[in-house]
């Protein structure tokens, strides 16, 4: 089976921030999962450089542009693999394999008689690279982006996602889980249901950007041209055999994906996604992170003082999926010591060091053996819950229940006091337990925290019958 995934394509005016390495772990965290059931992975992420923010950024670094976006390019690359994503492609909006694809597209929507020339008047806001409503601005300036729009009036092309509001509707209830969380999907619907304007699909007099086919003074719309790149991915036959199952996004931009994006697929005659899923915003002190503003946290600053697993653990257990959350070193050290020092770290250090005491010793190792009732059952229930949560997008509690194995194996320790029991076959059957309980959380800890994960599992060496363990290196040094 083939699970197809995709983050956003982010812009690149700006180096990435949590926010966007939220997006990018969750898409990980959905990679990793399926292939751990043996689905063969295509994970695509990448940079959307078409947009008037990369004239401005470049223009503002002093750069050429294309020098400036290979830059950034880069940048965003090199970032994702020291976060380790498991990503199999990464998209340019400027390469040769996405121009094609997008001239394609525009030429099905055109012959489908989806676009039409007429004039545009109202307001742009580049933070958006949208127009945007009077109605829609907080003294006179883009709440979001806390900037005035521009006034444009000019000649575009205009893509009839009117005609689209009924087809829509029927799509969503034949496809009741469209868009997760369910509430979003709610706002996406009564959006719908208020009715569509059709929408500007190019812009005039941009030297920077696609170029409308056969009309070279019009560039196409920086949204038209970046969708498009999922398709780009797979190739135009992919995308018609498999098309992507999900795709992650930030809330910001899940009309562009649950609205605009399905019609344009309509209009061209090509399948539809899968699932949108769409996360909250990760806020500090109650504001956006944002590029436009500045105020986003360096995901390497985290990573340089808690680990990349820490990090991952961090966003995904502490927001629940789908709501915003709002990020401070206090939090995250709290959770830190809480749930991965004292947790997580502290129980494996304590198994394996037991386990350890026993190999080459004169009991002679733990000796495979039957698993208690509740030990199998913990395992079997933990097992489900977490394909349960993962199903609904739910990581916090598929976290929190591969936390409660932990925590039972820990009462269990406690309880037995293992390193007091006498008997050889009774502390062997009692570590074995301990073992197999701690063995299984590795095994479903992969798509969350992979690094931790390995290291445990290479701890606990099952041969010949007998299981010898090797107490790790401390796996989350306490942080004061
Ligand atoms: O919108 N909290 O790119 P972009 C959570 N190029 N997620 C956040 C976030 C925050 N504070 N800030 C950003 C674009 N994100 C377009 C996309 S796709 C065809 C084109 C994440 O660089 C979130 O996923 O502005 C959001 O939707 C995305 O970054 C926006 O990235």
Redesign the pocket.
């Known amino acids: 089976m083939d699970f197809y995934v995709t983050t956003?394509?982010?812009?690149v005016n700006d180096k990435p921030?949590i926010?966007?390495a939220?997006?990018t772990i969750v898409a990980d965290v959905l990679a990793r999962w399926r292939a751990s059931q043996g689905e063969h992975i295509t994970f695509s992420t990448g940079v959307?450089e078409n947009?008037q923010k990369t004239v401005d950024a470049a223009k503002k670094a002093g750069e050429e542009i294309r020098a400036y976006t290979d830059r950034m390019a880069d940048i965003w690359q090199a970032a994702w693999a020291k976060l380790g994503i498991s990503n199999t492609d990464f998209i340019r909006t400027t390469e040769e394999r996405h121009l094609e694809v997008v001239r394609d597209i525009w030429g099905r929507i055109d012959a489908a008689g989806d676009l039409y020339k007429g004039t545009y008047e109202g307001l742009y806001c580049k933070g958006h690279e949208a127009f945007i409503k009077e109605s829609d601005l907080v003294d006179g300036v883009c709440p979001e982006h806390k900037t005035e729009p521009e006034v444009v009036k000019e000649e575009n092309y205009f893509f009839k996602l009117s005609e689209y509001q009924d087809k829509l509707l029927r799509f969503y209830d034949a496809h009741p889980d469209f868009v997760v969380p369910a509430n979003r999907f709610q706002e996406v619907k009564s959006f719908v249901e208020q009715g569509l304007e059709d929408i500007s699909f190019s812009r005039e007099g941009k030297d920077w950007g696609i170029p409308v086919p056969n009309d070279p003074h019009q560039a196409i719309y920086v949204?038209a041209d970046?969708?498009v790149?999922y398709i780009t991915v797979k190739g135009i036959e992919g995308w018609e055999s498999h098309p992507a199952d999900v795709h992650?996004?930030?809330k910001?931009?899940l009309r562009?994906h649950a609205v605009i994006w399905p019609a344009m697929l309509m209009s061209a005659g090509l399948p539809l996604p899968g699932q949108i899923a769409a996360?909250?915003?990760?806020?500090n002190a109650g504001v956006?992170?944002?590029?436009s503003l500045g105020n986003?946290v360096n995901p390497f600053d985290l990573v340089a003082r808690y680990g990349v697993d820490a990090m991952r653990y961090f966003l995904l257990r502490e927001i629940q999926y789908g709501e915003d959350g709002d990020y401070s070193e206090e939090k995250m050290k709290t959770r830190y010591n809480a749930d991965l020092a004292n947790g997580l770290g502290n129980f494996a250090a304590r198994v394996l060091t037991l386990a350890e005491k026993e190999t080459g010793s004169a009991s002679g190792g733990v000796k495979f053996g039957e698993l208690d009732e509740e030990f199998s059952k913990t395992i079997a229930d933990t097992r489900r819950i977490v394909e349960g949560k993962m199903a609904a997008f739910r990581f916090s509690d598929a976290l929190a229940a591969i936390w409660d194995a932990v925590s039972f194996g820990d009462r269990y320790v406690n309880d037995t006091k293992v390193w007091e029991i006498k008997d050889d076959a009774v502390r062997g059957k009692a570590l074995f337990n301990l073992v197999s309980l701690l063995d299984n959380v590795a095994a479903l800890l992969p798509p969350f925290i992979p690094e931790t994960s390995r290291k445990i599992a290479a701890s606990i060496e099952w041969k010949d019958g007998i299981l010898n363990a090797k107490k790790p290196d401390v796996l989350f040094p306490r942080v004061k």
């Open positions: 956003p394509i982010y812009y921030h926010g966007h939220y997006t959307d947009s949204w970046a969708l790149n992650t996004v930030g910001d931009i562009f996360n909250g915003f990760i806020t956006k992170m944002s590029k986003g």
